[in-house]
């Protein structure tokens, strides 16, 4: 069983920064082995696809709408991966979630279906 725990929520004023964390456990799970994702859902709207990682922390993607803004991490030593926010806009507040990719190493994928082992999600509010 794999288990994620995103932190690292909160309000901040918009321009301010965040860093979220997601924790990663599970007995038989080799995290290092697994491109993992941001996700986010703002209230009344699908889940959307915000950053993802490699394997081995060499290959980022980002969406547009957070390029240039946001970065995505990861400490396989500490099974964590992080997304470090800067310059949050009025439009950023949302539930994160982080989530493995289905399948270890392979291409980074940014569909929702194609990531599995969801964490509970952090709140992030901004206010303007």
């Known amino acids: 069983q794999v288990q994620l725990v995103e932190s690292g929520g909160g309000l901040v004023q918009a321009g301010g920064s965040l860093r979220l964390s997601c924790a990663v456990s599970?007995?038989?799970?080799?995290?290092?082995?697994?491109?993992m994702g941001w996700f986010r859902q703002a209230p009344g709207k699908d889940r959307e696809f915000v950053a993802a990682?490699?394997?081995?922390?060499?290959?980022?993607y980002y969406a547009d709408s957070v390029k240039g803004r946001f970065t995505i991490s990861r400490d396989n030593a500490k099974n964590t991966v992080y997304l470090q926010m800067n310059s949050l806009k009025p439009e950023d507040p949302a539930v994160y979630y982080c989530?493995?990719?289905?399948?270890?190493?392979?291409?980074?994928?940014?569909?929702?279906?194609?990531?599995?082992?969801w964490g509970r999600g952090t709140q992030v509010t901004v206010s303007s």
């Open positions: 599970g007995r038989t799970f080799s995290f290092s082995s697994y491109n």
């Open positions: 990682i490699s394997w081995n922390g060499g290959s980022t």
């Open positions: 989530a493995r990719r289905i399948g270890s190493y392979g291409y980074i994928l940014v569909k929702e279906d194609e990531y599995a082992s």
